[in-house]
């Protein structure tokens, strides 16, 4: 697969353009700094990259202004005493050294407790927190598919976890598979409900279009609302039709 890579300037801000074997436009604001990615398929000009990115100019800046006041989330040492959100909940992390395998627990409201064995170094806990949040996500996965496939009238093939820098969800089409993120376990519930939605209504419509809103609209119509949340945080992208 070809891919090439430059930088543009457009309107003062500096541009990183990826042209790649895609179908869609794709713009992405990243964390820290606001660092402005395009990826456009292969035969694209400039011109339309300059054009695409102009037209969503207020979009960018509102996205690098909310980067630019977020506190910065410091690297995680995974030490007692640390803040980690599980379902749009902040708990305070208690790391507790005992020879037992690990585990995870919420311990109270307040309180998520981590179990390792002594020495686990920060890398290792991380992990052991990972894959909990993997677990959390798979449960809740399976009782939304069973709530919405019906509803929408679609089957999923399957539906994957991963880690991913600019997206919340992605949706294969032809293979009938939908990917999650992970991170998708720190945020309020109808987060993941909204995601998993919005994926699905892909399998009726592949393109965000009026089409594409009205199923949103009747099926969740209060998705506009966990849009708005999940683009409060860091990660922020939006995909359109050029
Ligand atoms: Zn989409």
């Not at 919405?148 to 820098?165: D, F, L, N, Q, T």
């Not at 109808?190 to 699905?200: M, T």
């Amino acid at each position: 697969m070809t891919t090439e890579r430059r930088q543009l300037e457009v309107s003062g801000i500096p541009v990183e353009v990826v042209r790649k074997d895609i179908k869609n436009l794709h713009l992405a604001v990243y964390p820290p700094h606001g660092r402005v990615r395009v990826a456009v398929p292969l035969r694209t000009g400039d011109e339309t990259v300059r054009l695409a990115v102009i037209s969503r100019l207020g979009w960018i800046r509102r996205q690098q202004k909310v980067l630019e006041q977020q506190p910065r989330q410091s690297e995680r040492e995974m030490v007692t005493g640390e803040s980690h959100f599980v379902w749009g909940r902040r708990y305070r992390l208690d790391v507790i050294e005992q020879d037992a395998p690990a585990s995870v627990v919420i311990r109270n409201s307040k309180t998520l407790q981590l179990r390792v064995r002594p020495g686990t170094g920060r890398e290792k806990r991380e992990q052991v927190l990972q894959r909990w949040y993997r677990r959390l996500l798979r449960d809740r996965i399976a009782d939304l598919r069973a709530k919405w496939e019906p509803r929408i009238g679609v089957r999923v093939a399957s539906y994957g976890i991963k880690r991913m820098k600019t997206k919340w969800g992605a949706c294969n089409i032809e293979e009938r598979r939908i990917w999650l993120n992970l991170e998708l376990a720190k945020k309020p519930p109808a987060c993941l409900e909204y995601i998993l939605v919005h994926e699905l209504v892909h399998l009726l419509e592949r393109h965000h279009n009026d089409r594409f809103r009205a199923y949103m609209d009747d099926f969740l119509p209060s998705w506009r609302l966990h849009r708005e949340e999940l683009n409060r945080a860091p990660l922020a992208h939006e995909d359109w039709e050029y």
